[in-house]
């Protein structure tokens, strides 16, 4: 019998963060008490006008097609929320909606990538990202980052990295993983090599936008030179606790735009009618919720910084976003565990801290970094506390 799976599935590696996820189901469902701290899911509910929203579309009749890429209403709610938050000018007829920020990027990377492009992706990276890439034969190119340099990619390093086949950047700020978020002043200097490559698209992941606690997020759209070579994403997953509502959305050049509603109409068509109607309110003016997430957010990421600096062999940043910490986890490689075993990776001593301290994190060699680990701090206080003990002890049996 010939092979039934294709090459393209077959080459495709598993999501590093949903297998953990699993993993950890796997082990609570045989009565192990796991504190999952590796997806990246916020624990709060969907705030009450959003929710509100949604069952008012129910009784009101929102249950046919919609249009491919979104009611023309939330497209103008979209441009309205570009213009308001980001000083980005998007028409609503530049703006598409999707099934989730996934499956903006992925639109975005079958129409844009032809065998052979390279995308430039500064490393860590959501895990996403590289797969998207190689599903659409395009080669990733990454810019090595560490921890010393608050994981952030510099003008020199993307100069250096751009050759005749770059055909778009892609990035996140603030960053799944790291939570390093580019300051303006950052972002101006890498518009400058860009102005130097007018044929390179770049796109701007910023579905962390409103966990951000430096003083403002900064759009690289924003540059008036970028203007028309920008693709803004963004969702309502991460800044209004609906990862369950899959609901993304993105700002582009008309070009990009009816590209991606096409590719996207032979593929899922339209998202969810009533998620598209909670969207609307969900982008309105009524903010606070998100505010009030933020502020627990930056209240627990100073605990945990806390306790992982009390950890010996932990290097630690600060970092300014997302609800990640991604720390260096490079003192523990080689040791051996209690049962004998070598951590001979990150993604071994993951699994180590999951098996001895109950604990899920997700090692970074899946995020392009083979010195750290991602810690979700999307929990309790109480559930962190523990996590962060329960960690401690097991890395402290390694010898």
Same mark, same amino acid.
């Given at each position: ?9 077959? %080459? ?10 699993? +993993?950890?189901?796997? #082990? ?19 705030? @009450?006008?959003?929710?509100?929203? *949604? +069952? ?17 209403? #939330? ?29 903006? @990027? ?15 992706? !500064? ?19 990454? #810019? /090595?980052? %560490? ?40 972002? *101006? ?37 970028? +203007? ?83 950890? /010996? ?13 991604? !720390? ?66 097991? @890395?402290?049996?390694?010898?």
């Amino acid at each position: 019998m010939k092979k039934i799976l294709s090459d393209r599935i077959l %080459s495709m590696e598993e999501s590093a963060t949903l297998a953990m996820a699993q +993993k950890s189901r796997e #082990l609570k469902s045989k009565g192990i008490d796991i504190i999952s701290l590796s997806l990246g899911e916020p624990d709060f509910g969907t705030p @009450l006008h959003i929710r509100e929203a *949604a +069952k008012a579309a129910i009784d009101e009749g929102y249950s046919h097609y919609t249009p491919v890429p979104g009611y023309m209403d #939330l497209r103008e709610a979209v441009s309205h929320k570009f213009k308001r938050d980001n000083n980005l000018d998007y028409p609503a007829e530049n703006i598409v909606v999707s099934t989730g920020a996934k499956q903006t @990027l992925a639109n975005l990377m079958m129409c844009l990538i032809n065998p052979g492009d390279e995308a430039i992706i !500064p490393v860590p990276y959501w895990v996403t990202y590289s797969a998207q890439v190689k599903l659409a034969g395009g080669k990733v190119v990454e #810019l /090595p980052t %560490s921890i010393d340099t608050d994981f952030k990619a510099t003008a020199a390093q993307l100069e250096a990295a751009i050759t005749e086949k770059s055909k778009l950047f892609l990035f996140s700020s603030p960053c799944n993983p790291s939570g390093s978020v580019y300051t303006k002043e950052e972002l *101006a200097s890498l518009v400058e090599v860009f102005e130097r490559h007018p044929d390179i698209v770049i796109i701007s992941d910023e579905i962390y936008e409103h966990i951000n606690f430096t003083d403002k997020h900064a759009s690289i759209g924003a540059f008036p030179s970028m +203007k028309d070579r920008v693709v803004t994403v963004n969702g309502l997953s991460k800044g209004f606790a609906m990862t369950g509502w899959r609901l993304g959305y993105m700002g582009a050049p008309s070009t990009i735009a009816k590209a991606c509603g096409k590719m996207q109409g032979q593929f899922t068509s339209a998202t969810c009618s009533i998620a598209q109607r909670a969207a609307i309110a969900a982008l309105g003016d009524n903010l606070e919720p998100s505010y009030e997430m933020k502020r627990q957010f930056e209240k627990r990421k100073k605990i945990i910084i806390s306790l992982l600096k009390d950890i /010996p062999g932990i290097k630690i940043n600060d970092p300014k976003g997302a609800f990640y910490v991604f !720390p260096d986890g490079s003192h523990f490689i080689g040791k051996t565990t209690p049962k004998g075993d070598k951590i001979n990776t990150i993604s071994d001593l993951s699994m180590y801290i999951l098996n001895e301290g109950h604990v899920a994190t997700v090692g970074g060699d899946s995020f392009g970094i083979n010195e750290c680990f991602r810690i979700s701090y999307a929990a309790s206080e109480e559930k962190i506390t523990e996590a962060m003990s329960r960690l401690k002890n097991c @890395l402290g049996k390694l010898t």
